[in-house]
């Protein structure tokens, strides 16, 4: 009777296949674009130019891997790439915390005009020209803190955090106050951990903004070479090995693209940039969606 009683119908086993075809389709389109710049980057320089290559190198080679890795500033580079995802990470989540958490007070009365102070600032800026004097007057240029101070605070991630602490019930923090818990306590000991999947998700958000941001280095530090981030090391390679295609005539052009392609450059280095991102992801991953989820839930 159990057996019959779960039996599927045909119906029901066509839409099944239908629906493992079409997450097939889904995963190979999602998978493919990963899988053609990997080929790419592990192909020889000239055999790319060649095209034609899809999910496996043709004529496999480390060579633009080793070019990229013998860049002298490269582990500088990588070093001051991950010293500011982590410290602007930690930073940008604490921030955002703590005053989301004093937002989502009902007794803090200027509550609302700080929101609307914090909302204007998503919609309008100063600009290039006086951001730069501000960092300037702030003696910020040429030191480590440019990176990470100016974007210390993000209404965005604010706004996403004090939605979620909204949606918990507020009568954990009554008893809390019962018991003799002042306000810092209430929110390291009983906010904090029921925050961890929207937490997560801004960890995330910040992370692969301070990793993949490279143009605060060039404005700001691009001559300071203990200041270097990965990302404008490895658009400085990019650079050159474009210049260096660019600048041949027909009679060593052949000799030139034995040596070098900007494509296979290109891919391996984001490659280099991209698997670090990949690495953290499975770890943060299940209060990613948890966090997404259950704030659409609460909102």
Not at 186 to 199: A, G, T, W
Not at 288 to 297: I, K, S, Y
Request: net charge positive.
């Amino acid at each position: 009777m159990a057996s019959k009683a779960f039996q599927m119908t045909k119906s029901e086993r066509a839409f099944d296949i239908f629906l493992y075809v079409f997450l097939t389709i889904v995963m190979i389109v999602t998978l493919y674009p990963f899988l053609n710049v990997l080929a790419i980057s592990f192909n020889e320089s000239t055999d790319t130019v060649r095209g034609g290559i899809y999910i496996w190198p043709r004529a496999f080679t480390l060579e633009n891997y080793e070019r990229i890795f013998s860049y002298t500033g490269l582990i500088q580079g990588f070093k001051i790439s991950l010293l500011r995802t982590i410290s602007g990470t930690l930073l940008g989540l604490i921030s955002a915390s703590m005053l989301a958490f004093t937002l989502s007070r009902p007794e803090f009365r200027a509550r609302k005009f700080v929101s609307v102070f914090l909302a204007l600032t998503m919609y309008f800026s100063g600009g290039m020209v006086p951001m730069y004097i501000l960092m300037r007057d702030m003696n910020l240029i040429g030191t480590f803190w440019i990176y990470i101070l100016p974007g210390a605070v993000s209404a965005f991630n604010v706004f996403i955090i004090r939605s979620f602490m909204d949606g918990l019930p507020f009568a954990l923090q009554e008893s809390a106050k019962l018991d003799g818990a002042n306000d810092f306590k209430i929110f390291y000991k009983i906010i904090l951990p029921l925050c961890k999947p929207v937490l997560a998700t801004i960890a995330l958000f910040l992370a692969v903004g301070q990793w993949n941001e490279w143009f605060t280095t060039y404005l700001y530090n691009g001559n300071k070479a203990h200041l270097t981030t990965l990302q404008y090391e490895l658009m400085k390679v990019l650079a050159t090995t474009n210049q260096g295609s660019g600048m041949v005539n027909a009679n060593d052009m052949a000799q030139q693209m034995a040596q070098i392609s900007p494509e296979s450059i290109k891919m391996a280095i984001t490659i280099v940039v991209t698997v670090p991102i990949l690495v953290v992801y499975p770890f943060l991953q299940k209060y990613f969606v948890g966090g997404m989820t259950l704030g659409a839930v609460k909102a």
